[in-house]
Nanobody
C-alpha cells in the first residue's frame, strides 16, 4: 500500500512563497510520476503540476506556470511543490498523487482519474 503525506501548508500573504512536500512510502517511489492537484471550496479538483519519474519532464497548469515548480528527490522518496508569488486565488487544499502508469504519463498527466494514490491534502491560504 502506498502512502503519500503532504506537509508545508499554511497561511501566507499575497506575494509570499511556500514549499509543499510530499513524502512517499510503500513501493518504488522513483518509478512513478507525481502530480499536484488543488481544490478550492465549491470547486472541482484541478491539475496544478506534474513530474515524471526521473524529474526530466514537468508540466504545469497555465494559471501557475512561471510561479510554481514541481521537483523530486528520489533518494528521499519526496516530491516538492515550490510556490512563488502566491495570489489569493491560489487558496485551496493541495494534494499530491502518484500516477498509475509511467508509460502513459506524457498523455495523461492532467487527468486525475489516472492517479491511483493520493495524500490527505495540505491547506494553503493566501490573504490579500
Amino acid at each position: 500500500q502506498v502512502q503519500l503525506v503532504e506537509s508545508g501548508g499554511g497561511l501566507v500573504q499575497a506575494g509570499d512563497s511556500l514549499r509543499l512536500s510530499c513524502a512517499a512510502s510503500g513501493r518504488t517511489f522513483s518509478s512513478y510520476p507525481i502530480a499536484w492537484f488543488r481544490q478550492a471550496p465549491g470547486k472541482e479538483r484541478e491539475f496544478v503540476g506534474a513530474i515524471n519519474w526521473s524529474g526530466i519532464s514537468t508540466h504545469y497548469a497555465d494559471s501557475v506556470k512561471d510561479r510554481f515548480t514541481v521537483s523530486r528527490d528520489n533518494s528521499k522518496n519526496t516530491a516538492y511543490l515550490q510556490m512563488n508569488s502566491l495570489k489569493p486565488d491560489d487558496t485551496a487544499v493541495y494534494y499530491c498523487a502518484e500516477h498509475r502508469n509511467p508509460l502513459g504519463f506524457e498523455l495523461q498527466y492532467g487527468d486525475l482519474y489516472e492517479y491511483t494514490y493520493w495524500g490527505q491534502g495540505a491547506q494553503v491560504t493566501v490573504s490579500s
